[in-house]
């Protein structure tokens, strides 16, 4: 191999390590790379990384646009939910986030309000199946707890 007159650290530790063979036999060698016939797309390596973590696209959207899109899945996500309890505290945890949100918003102003968590239980047992209310028989010897009315009763939560 010829030898050119002006050689820098780097081109020369290059074919240094070309001459002992050392870049023969990597993965992938003959093999065309990848992404070659796609359209050309400025942010390849941000959809490349997101794909390779395993992180989804929607995590790169405002704060308001996540929440509202969660509150707009929440009855599929309750629907997978197997007890009370399990509804609650992700209703609960929703609504947290939500609270946290409205203190300092940012992003564009969409309108979020919190999750009604009686009207989410509600919704919950309604499309819950037949057989799984069967399961679980009610009681008639524990008496129901009288709701309280509200503090403010003209402020929707």
């Known amino acids: 191999m010829d030898v050119p007159k002006y050689e820098t650290a780097v081109d020369k530790a290059i074919r240094e390590a070309q001459e002992r063979g050392a870049f023969d036999n990597l993965p992938g060698h003959g093999k065309p790379l990848r992404g070659l016939d796609q359209p050309h797309d400025d942010n390849w390596w941000l959809n490349d990384w997101m794909k390779r973590e395993g992180v989804s696209m929607e995590a790169l959207l405002p704060m308001s646009i996540q929440l509202r899109k969660e509150i ?81 009763p003209w402020r929707k939560p």
């Open 72 to 152: 707009d899945r929440l009855p599929a996500t309750l629907q997978g939910l197997r007890s009370e309890a399990a509804v609650r505290d992700a209703v609960n945890e929703l609504n947290g986030r939500i609270v946290e949100f409205m203190r300092a918003p940012e992003g564009p102003a969409i309108p979020i309000r919190r999750v009604d968590l009686d009207d989410a239980l509600e919704r919950w047992r309604a499309e819950r199946p037949a057989v799984a209310q069967k399961a679980t028989p009610a009681r008639p010897d524990v008496a129901e707890k009288p709701t309280r009315p509200r503090w403010w």
